[in-house]
């Protein structure tokens, strides 16, 4: 029979005579795993919070037409340098052609800025490109729903040197942007220098000569 006495400083086995053990040293050992309990939680939490989390925007009300907004959004992501490849008018729908953003050795830094790829996998990662979507939704006769979402996949090659293009979860970055544009484009708000050149554009401007000065 075992007998627990909680407000004796020792607790013992009746049965067994001789037999004790110190309750400080339980209480020792009962701390000690609190506090390892405590640590292991607090990396755990550190962990998860260092761990991005996919964050696609909901999609937006605008009050135009959809025709209207369909035509905003193509100049848009065009302008943003996509290529359409399919425009359903009817459906109310716009998708770009596959658009590579990044290849060779930061190839896997880029894509995790953007996406959360398979890690699991071996092998290298190549390239990487997604495609952009665009739903048009009618809500009323001037009321359109627009929705955008993203496909991305890498490129991995295997130890054995085969090639497959792997799906990557969208954190929703690049769809915010694209809405952000398309927002600004809608409601008159693009900065009024949205093409401005950058230094390498800009065509070589003629440096005058120097004029000699006469001697006296």
């Excluded at 939490?45 to 925007?57: G, I, R, W």
């Excluded at 907004?69 to 399919?86: F, H």
């Excluded at 996406?115 to 359109?144: H, M, Q």
Aim: glycine share 6%; charged share 25%; proline share 6%.
């Amino acid at each position: 029979m075992l007998v627990v006495d909680l407000t004796a400083e020792r607790w013992y086995d009746s049965a067994v005579p001789g037999k004790s053990l110190d309750y400080q040293h339980l209480k020792v050992h009962a701390a000690l795993a609190a506090v390892l309990a405590f640590g292991l939680s607090v990396l755990c939490s550190a962990l998860s919070a260092q761990t991005p989390k996919p964050s696609l925007p909901d999609p937006l009300k605008f009050l135009d037409k959809r025709d209207l907004v369909m035509r905003a959004s193509r100049a848009v992501l065009e302008q943003l340098g996509y290529q359409i490849e399919l425009e359903d008018q009817p459906g109310g729908r716009l998708v770009t052609r596959p658009y590579e953003f990044v290849s060779g050795a930061l190839t896997s830094s880029e894509v995790d800025k953007i996406g959360i790829k398979n890690d699991t996998i071996t092998g290298s990662w190549l390239r990487a490109r997604y495609t952009v979507e665009a739903l048009f939704e009618v809500v009323s006769p001037t009321e359109t729903l627009l929705t955008v979402r993203t496909k991305m996949e890498a490129l991995n090659r295997d130890t054995n040197g085969t090639q497959k293009w792997m799906p990557v979860q969208s954190l929703g970055s690049v769809e915010k942007r694209i809405l952000g544009k398309i927002s600004m484009k809608l409601l008159g708000t693009e900065p009024a220098f949205k093409d401005n050149k950058g230094f390498w554009d800009k065509k070589p401007v003629p440096v005058p000569p120097v004029k000699k000065q006469s001697s006296a």
